[in-house]
């Protein structure tokens, strides 16, 4: 007792000043009073302490501003927020007061006698403490006095209470506020903790049924305002979102449990009985007298089925605008609605029947979230519904609600198709998917309905619909090496297909799920039976059918391991027919393309002719065809994954077929058949495909051999036969040689395989190219050429001077014949004096043998009439050149041979044909050497000299931007650079020298292009590296016009005989080679 007389005593002077001079200084001076005092010392005074602070808000509630200002009101606040904290109220009168005179507070529109002129708007800071001292209150009383506030006669101070909450959350702007306020409605409810359903059978989580009554008079405004801030705020305040979800889904749970459920129609136990009498007798015996006697015209409602009826279907109206946000980007919303989805399903899933459909949907649609978290809590909980489903004591089937819905949503799917709604398509298949993932095993006896099926089918048919269009240029790729080795070699991605109704790659990934779920969980006989022969009956839904068909096999390997050993011979024969089904030729004839043909024509004119006078309709013919034989290798590939036991029943009949659409010219099956061969390679087990190759040869050469000679099947032949050069080992050439000698045959039947074979023989030179190592041409080399030999000035012995002698006699001999037989350059005397044992002639290696008959067919191939396929030999020609760089001996007979068609090409009629040949003369030039040098003196530096001079005119009036796309402009620059490496590694004449210097010298004028003026000066300063004196005398008589006179009288004046009188155009570049040279 002495100690609360001294508290006492304390607190009695402080609150007497705060009641009779409501100040800061004196509220402070009440709050560190407060929190000096221990809790037990204060509790005995709580109501004289907390007394001052209730007049000072019920005097600010109907005075305003003339009685406190805001800084009073907040000090009042902290005093009353740490008295609350430490007393505890169990008098329902002083809670009923403080609620309501703290509800005036943050609203006073309801207090009808306040003067509002003289109360201006509450502040935010006001209205957060108000919210805390509220909170404050609820923890500071008494249970059960707390619950007397959900007695029917004090309805309004809990519905003031509760509206006053509901017009922070809609109407205020503070985030902080908003969130405060939500948080003070669930714990005002006795639904402060967000628990989650962690066993759904489990009776911890049971409401209290009187609380539960009360609230349901509030549910329809809870629930309308919270869904309405749920809206609202989902795109911008995401944190407000969160919590309203969490505290609708906790309202609506608490309300509409199952367990309050009327037990009408049911078998009452005698237990239960006597309980509910007893409860309902002793409802009144809870209240306070005066509270017994107070009657009231609000009331609870009653809660029969209808109302349950009716509040299930009014509230199925807001969870479906809520379901809608299951696409939102912000992940928290989304794992805010899997919990609120989950709660209300494991608590109210009997009395919101009219839901499930909507909640499900909410649960199915996340758990094919990208995030893990929301994506396994959603799996989590889907695979705990049918056990809980099948628990109720109605015995709700999961399974007939589930095919209801499949059903819904595939008759709903080709209609949401026709609307550009992303969001919308992706969501819908997600739910279609996990309907179907839920179905399980039962999915068999789902598709075993032919209405069901066809439905299904229909459906996909229509929304996987092709877009038609025309393949364009870019379909037809480059070479093999080019195109697939540096483009698309590591890409484990089939290109993309373009659908007519489905735009977003994540709904096409999603529709890839869906029909990889049913070939999971269908019976793979009826749907491959199914989608074959739609496969073979509906030309309309062909692509369509072989899209899904490809899925479902996808998916049922994905569900190999469940396979039993009674059922495996069956699958296995149904994939062997499959297989078949898939190689059948009929799929595999395209059309001829007309851009390949109007490659073979070289203007514009003849171009643009054929490609236009096929139709419209043939390019939509060939598209499909295109398509369609992507989705076929495609297939193949999934097919494969059956044959894991069988592999090579596999290789023997597609390996075959996937090598020659490997050589197709169309890119789009090119690079499909690439990643289609790799994926197999992965599923049988091979490193690569030089692998997978090298394992099959045997088989691929027999049916190479075999094809080669059937008219109809050449050029599949001849294209295998190339993939196989191009992505082969070297030790597959001996294999390969007789087939190389078989396709040179059948050059002598048919001009129509030109193309193939000259396709054959650039693979060939490639491949031997990059199997033996052929090593790139150096310019500061100098010990591969012939020429170089000569000017070595090492010590050497007489043996090896005399083999240099005779070797550089007989190239000169050679150079000099004009196609005699080789064998007779060196007489019977000389090659008996250079034999010996040490020198005995060795047998080629069987790739120079090769390349030799290679370079034998193309100086006979050299004169076509085709442009593109002269240009093509030449590059072979290139390759084989570099094959032979370290057989000088075969080199040199070789080029003979070949040289004088090769020289024919310095004046073809096509300029590329040109540029290449110069391009090819430049590798000759690096490797022969001298051998090359009065071959080059009398038969290419004329003719390239004339066009240069000729040609340097045109260029010097043509606008650059424009001109440097020209093929002349391409053969000014081929010329004069590849001089320059050529010049560099012959010795030519004198008389080259000057030939080449005046042809050169009209690139120094500054009217030239730039490009071509520093190639010309390039080519003039490798020049005077070893002719320094001539070109000094040339470029200096250019540039004075004044003959050059000796001191000496005997001495004639010396003057070059320049090209054209030289202007100022050319003085900038003559004086910077002048300098150069001196």
Known sequence: MATVESTFHKFRPVCVSVLNQPSVDNLRQLHQLIQSVKKEDIKTLAEYVIFPLRVILVKYNYEGTKFCDKKVLEAALDCAILAFSKVYIVKFDILKDFITQLCLTINPSNNSKAKTKDKPGVYEEIKVKVIECIRCITNATDPKIWKMLYSEDVIPVMGHLISSLLL??????????????????????????????????????????????????????????????????????????????????????????????????????????????????????????????????????????????????????????????????????????????????????????????????????????????????????????????????????????????????????????????????????????????????????????????????????????????????????????????????????????????????????????????????????LLIDYYTGLLRDSSYYRKQALFVLNEILAGAALSGAKITNVHKPLIRNTARNLLMEYLSPIWWNLQKNALIDAELHESIEDKLYIVNKREIVENDERF????????????????????????????????????????????????????????????????????????????????????????????????????????????????????????????????????????????????????????????????????????????????????????????RNLTDSDGEDDTDVVDDAENEEIVDDEEVTKEKPLHVQIVLQVMDKCANFLTSNEFHFRVKLLEIIRNCLLCLSTFENELLPAVHKIWKPFTWRFVDGNITVQIKAMEVLSVMSQLCGDFLQRRISKEIIPIACKYLIAQANTSTKCEFNSYKFTREYKLQMAMLENFATIFAKIHPLKSDYTEVAFAAIHYLSIKQPVTLQQAGIKLLSILSQHESDLIWFILHDMYTGESLQHSDPLFRPIRMSSPKEVGADYATNILQLLLTCE
């Not at 080709?414 to 739910?431: A, G």
């Not at 295109?626 to 495609?634: A, G, H, K, T, Y």
């Not at 094809?707 to 050029?715: D, G, I, T």
């Not at 001996?734 to 074979?757: H, K």
């Open 168 to 525: 922070l959350i809609e109407k205020e702007k503070l985030i902080k506020l908003r969130i405060a306020a939500i948080e003070c409605l669930l714990q005002i409810s006795s639904l402060t903790e967000d628990e989650d359903v962690k066993t759904p059978y489990s009776d911890v989580n049971k409401p209290q049924k009187s609380i539960s009554i009360a609230l349901s008079v509030f549910i329809p405004g809870i629930s309308t305002t919270l869904g309405k801030v749920i809206v609202d705020t989902v795109n911008h305040y995401q944190n407000v979102a969160v919590t309203a979800i969490r505290a609708l889904s906790l309202f609506i749970s608490f309300t509409m449990h199952n367990d309050f459920l009327p037990m009408e129609a049911q078998d009452i136990s005698l237990s239960t009985f006597y309980e509910i009498i007893n409860n309902n007798s002793s409802k009144d015996k809870q209240l306070p007298v005066n509270l017994q006697q107070n009657n009231r015209t609000l009331s609870h409602p009653k809660r029969d089925i209808e109302w349950f009826k009716t509040t299930s279907s009014k509230l199925k109206i807001l969870l479906s605008q809520i379901a809608q946000f299951t696409s939102c980007p912000n992940f928290k919303i989304r794992l805010a609605l899997a919990k609120f989805s989950t709660r209300l399903l494991f608590t109210c899933i009997r009395s919101l029947k009219e839901s499930i459909v909507v909640l499900m949907e909410i649960l199915v649609a996340l758990s094919y979230d990208e995030y893990d978290e929301i994506r396994n809590y959603c799996q989590e909980k889907l695979a705990l519904l049918p056990e809980y489903f099948n628990k109720q004591p109605e015995a709700i089937s999961m399974m007939d609600l589930l095919e209801e819905n499949i059903m819904s949503n595939i008759i709903a799917l080709p209609r949401l198709f026709t609307v550009p709604d992303d969001k919308k398509q992706l969501v819908t298949i997600n739910v279609l998917c996990g309907y179907l993932t839920l179905l399980g095993n039962r999915l068999n006896s789902f598709l075993s309905s032919q209405n069901h099926l066809s439905r299904l089918s229909i459906a996909l048919m229509q929304i996987l619909e092709f877009q038609k269009s025309s393949a364009g240029i870019t379909d037809i790729g480059p070479t093999l090496l080019e195109s697939v080795n540096t483009s698309y070699e590591n890409s484990h991605e089939y290109p993309r297909k373009l659908f007519k109704h489905v735009i977003s790659e994540n709904v096409e990934m999603s529709i890839k799920r869906l029909c990889r779920t049913i070939g999971q969980y269908g019976d793979f006989d």
């Open 624 to 811: 499909s065809g295109i398509v369609l034989q992507c989705l076929l290798l495609e297939g193949l590939a999934n097919i494969a994954k059956f044959f894991i036991d069988d592999a090579v029943y596999f290789l023997r009949l597609g390996l075959y077929l996937l090598l020659e659409k490997l050589d197709n010219e169309i890119m789009l099956i090119n690079r499909t058949s690439y990643i289609t061969i790799t994926n197999i390679c992965n599923t049988f087990r091979y490193r690569s495909i030089p692998d997978v190759i090298g394992s099959n040869i045997d088989y691929l050469v027999n049916a190479i051999a075999l094809n080669l000679r059937n008219l109809h099947e050449y050029e599949r032949s001849l294209k295998v036969l190339r993939v196989i050069l191009e992505y082969g080992t070297k030790d597959t050439l001996p294999i390969l040689e007789d087939s190389i000698l078989e396709m040179y045959n059948l050059l002598d039947n048919s001009t129509e395989l030109y193309p193939a074979v000259i396709a054959v023989l650039f693979s060939v030179t490639n491949a031997i190219g990059r199997w033996f190592k052929t090593s790139e041409i150096r310019e500061n080399e100098s010990s591969t050429t012939i020429s170089d030999n000569r000017f070595q000035t090492s010590e050497e012995s007489p043996n090896e001077v005399k083999m240099f002698a005779i070797e550089y006699w007989k190239s």
